[in-house]
């Protein structure tokens, strides 16, 4: 079992910046991957970004070259820093985890995690113009 927190969440302006962070517990070395989602109202939950244990990312197209995914293993934390936000990233967001290697491709991450995966309650971004 892993217990995850987020927090870091808030309301900014469009072209503001954000940094979430997700505080893990438990059998946190078992994790192969760990990533965000998000969603939004009336819209599917939607994966944001992906690190895997061997340090390589992923990342939803819309947020390429603005999201950063990050860990801290010594602080069992992550993060995802987010840099020139967009009303279109207003949402709720999900720290996940995963135990298993094939759900720690990208492809499969975005439809499985979402729904399957480790994750905590979710921190609220709200980006207003």
């Known amino acids: 079992q892993v217990q995850l927190v987020e927090s870091g969440g808030g309301s900014v302006q469009v072209g503001g910046s954000l940094r979430l962070s997700c505080a893990a517990s438990g059998y946190t070395s078992s994790m192969y991957c760990m990533g965000w989602f998000r969603q939004a109202p009336g819209k599917e939950r939607e994966g944001v970004a992906l690190?895997?244990?061997?340090?390589?990312?992923s990342y939803t197209d819309s947020v390429k070259g603005r999201f950063t995914i990050s860990q801290d293993n010594a602080k069992n934390t992550l993060y995802l820093e987010m840099n020139s936000l967009q009303s279109e990233d207003t949402g709720m967001y999900y720290c996940a985890a995963a135990q298993q290697s094939w759900a720690c491709i990208w492809t499969k991450w975005t439809a499985w995690a979402p729904y399957y995966a480790y994750r905590g309650q979710g921190t609220q971004v709200t980006v207003s113009s």
């Open positions: 690190i895997v244990r061997d340090g390589s990312t």
